[in-house]
């Protein structure tokens, strides 16, 4: 009988919870806005017809031939466009390298066309920094052990969206070339990186920007 | 269980370095190779040395012969 009276409470009091409940119903509404926030692009094409083998045949110590290529940002930010230059020689060249380029000024030092100890006996670059790199138009940066590998990074500045900017670059053969170097070639591969302006730490390494560039690439064409 | 977790953390914090420091970067890459010229021997254009020795600075003139008599001058 006792249990009885339990079951009749508990029934009660949970029917008397459930009418509460039900009682706490409100009116309301609701809206829902939304946005999709998008990422910009960032492109740079490199116009190579003025960029021959003709141009820079049958050198003699002395000479000083122009070469130019035209970068164009098809992109639509703002790019920071640089060139690595690296002129690979067939024959080893002095502290004060044969084969070198500079600004159609023409106005490299002897000291402008050694590089840096610090530098000497690298392939890569990796310390120079982008603030580094705007210092200066061009800059001597590295040069292999067995002193065939020279490179050169080129500050080639900002490039607005659609715009287009000419490198006037020149290729010089030194009056210190020797007869060593009769019937040597040179090879001049130029590596054009535009890299986004906005926001761009100066502190970076060029090292940096180069793994970033392949990486990129890899992504692009696996 | 707890290097599984320091393994973790290390490499969510090396992942998320990386992703900070990510920036636009595109690349081109064009090349050339330029050539020193070589001295060539050339046998129609001998240098002047040579010239000078084939020939000699005195040679035999045993008359002149005039086109015209000086009274036709």
């Known amino acids: 009988m006792k249990k009885k009276r339990i079951a009749a409470a508990t029934i009660s009091v949970l029917a008397l919870i459930s009418a509460i409940t039900g009682s706490y119903a409100y009116f309301t509404d609701k809206k829902s806005i939304d946005i999709s926030a998008k990422t910009t692009n960032l492109a740079i ?43 690979i020689s067939s024959v080893p060249m002095d502290d004060t390298v044969e084969w070198f380029i500079q600004d159609t000024d023409g106005n490299f030092s002897d000291e402008d066309r050694q590089v840096d100890p610090e530098m000497a006996g690298k392939d890569f670059v990796d310390e120079v920094t982008i603030n580094e790199v705007m210092d200066s138009k061009i800059k001597f940066v590295s040069l292999t052990d067995d002193s065939k590998v020279a490179k050169f990074i080129v500050n080639n500045g900002v490039l607005a969206r659609n715009q287009t900017s000419t490198v006037d670059l020149l290729l010089t053969l030194g009056l210190n070339a020797g007869n060593s170097f009769m019937d040597s070639n040179c090879e001049v591969i130029a590596n054009v990186y535009g890299i986004q302006n906005e926001n761009t730490d100066g502190a970076l390494t060029w090292e940096f920007i180069k793994d970033t560039a392949d990486a990129n690439g890899q992504i692009e064409n696996p | 269980m707890i290097r599984h977790k320091i393994v973790l953390t290390v490499f969510i914090l090396i992942m998320s370095t990386y992703t900070s420091m990510a920036n636009y970067v595109d690349k081109e890459c064009k090349s050339i190779t330029a050539c020193a010229a070589s001295w060539e021997d050339n046998e129609e254009t001998g240098c002047c040395y040579e010239i000078n020795n084939e020939i000699p600075n005195e040679t035999d003139v045993e008359e002149y012969v005039f086109p015209v008599t000086p009274s036709e001058i």
């Open chain 1, 45 to 87: 094409e490199v116009d190579d017809r003025e960029f021959t083998n003709e141009k820079v045949k049958n050198m003699l110590p002395g000479d000083s031939r122009e070469l130019s290529y035209t970068v164009t940002n098809v992109g639509k930010a703002d790019a920071l466009v640089i060139s690595e230059i690296t002129l």
